[in-house]
T-cell receptor, first 113, second 115 residues
Framework: DAKTTQPPSMDCAEGRAANLPCNHS???????VYWYRQIHSQGPQYIIH???NNETNEMASLIITEDRKSSTLILPHATLRDTAVYYC??????????????FGKGTLLTVNP | GAVVSQHPSRVICKSGTSVKIECRSL??????MFWYRQFPKQSLMLMAT?????????EQGVEKDKFLINHASLTLSTLTVTSAHPEDSSFYIC???????????FGSGTRLTVV
C-alpha cells in the first residue's frame, strides 16, 4: 500500500513558484502519482499525474525522481487563488480492472500577498 | 474537460429518513465511480467503488446496508444514505474515472445535515 507523506502546511509569496514535496517511498513500478487540490467546501480539482517522466500542463509541473520515491508539484507563479489543500496520491490497484485513489492529509498551501 | 455533476449540493433531512445523492458524468462514460465522505477539517475517506452493472465494493468499516450504491448506467451512480442519523452528517463527494491512463474527476460535493 503506497502511502504518501507531505508537509502539513507551506507558505508561498504571490507571484513566486510554489514547490510542494511528496514522499512515496513504497510506490510500485506501475503505480501513478496523482495531484489534486481542494479549496474549502468544494470537490477536489485534478492538477496533474505521472508515472515516470516529468509532466507539465497549463496548471503545474510534476517532477518525479528517478527512483520514483518522491515527487514535487510546482506551481510556477502562485496566485492567491492557489491557496488550497494539495493532495499527493498514489493510485492503487484494487483488483480486476479497478484502481482507487486514497487521500492522505495533504499540504495546506497558503499564498500570501 | 470532463465534468461530473453531483446533486443536490446541500440537503437537510430528519433523523430516520433516507437521502439519495446523484452523481453524473456529463460528457464521458464512467465505468468506475467512487464515493467519498469528508468530515470537517479532515481528509476525504473513500467509502466505496462502484462499477457499472455490478455491485459496489465497500471499504472496510463502511456499512453497505446503510450506504446503498447503485451504478445503473455509464453516466450515473447514486448513493442512498438510509435511516440517516446526525452522525451521518458530512460532505459526500463522488468521483468518476475515464480509464486507466486518465485522471479522475470529482463532483462538487453534497453537504448532508441530519437533524
Amino acid at each position: 500500500d503506497a502511502k504518501t507523506t507531505q508537509p502539513p502546511s507551506m507558505d508561498c509569496a504571490e507571484g513566486r513558484a510554489a514547490n510542494l514535496p511528496c514522499n512515496h517511498s513504497t510506490i510500485s513500478g506501475n503505480e501513478y502519482v496523482y495531484w489534486y487540490r481542494q479549496i474549502h467546501s468544494q470537490g477536489p480539482q485534478y492538477i496533474i499525474h505521472g508515472l515516470k517522466n516529468n509532466e507539465t500542463n497549463e496548471m503545474a509541473s510534476l517532477i518525479i525522481t528517478e527512483d520514483r520515491k518522491s515527487s514535487t508539484l510546482i506551481l510556477p507563479h502562485a496566485t492567491l487563488r492557489d491557496t488550497a489543500v494539495y493532495y499527493c496520491i498514489v493510485r492503487r490497484y484494487s483488483g480486476g480492472s479497478n484502481y482507487k485513489l486514497t487521500f492522505g492529509k495533504g499540504t495546506l498551501l497558503t499564498v500570501n500577498p | 474537460g470532463a465534468v461530473v455533476s453531483q446533486h443536490p449540493s446541500r440537503v437537510i433531512c430528519k433523523s430516520g429518513t433516507s437521502v439519495k445523492i446523484e452523481c453524473r458524468s456529463l460528457d464521458f462514460q464512467a465505468t468506475t465511480m467512487f464515493w467519498y465522505r469528508q468530515f470537517p477539517k479532515q481528509s476525504l475517506m473513500l467509502m466505496a467503488t462502484s462499477n457499472e452493472g455490478s455491485k459496489a465494493t465497500y471499504e472496510q468499516g463502511v456499512e453497505k446496508d446503510k450506504f446503498l450504491i447503485n451504478h445503473a448506467s455509464l453516466t450515473l451512480s447514486t448513493l442512498t444514505v438510509t435511516s440517516a442519523h446526525p452522525e451521518d452528517s458530512s460532505f459526500y463527494i463522488c468521483s468518476a474515472g475515464q480509464g486507466e491512463e486518465s485522471g479522475y474527476t470529482f463532483g462538487s460535493g453534497t453537504r448532508l445535515t441530519v437533524v
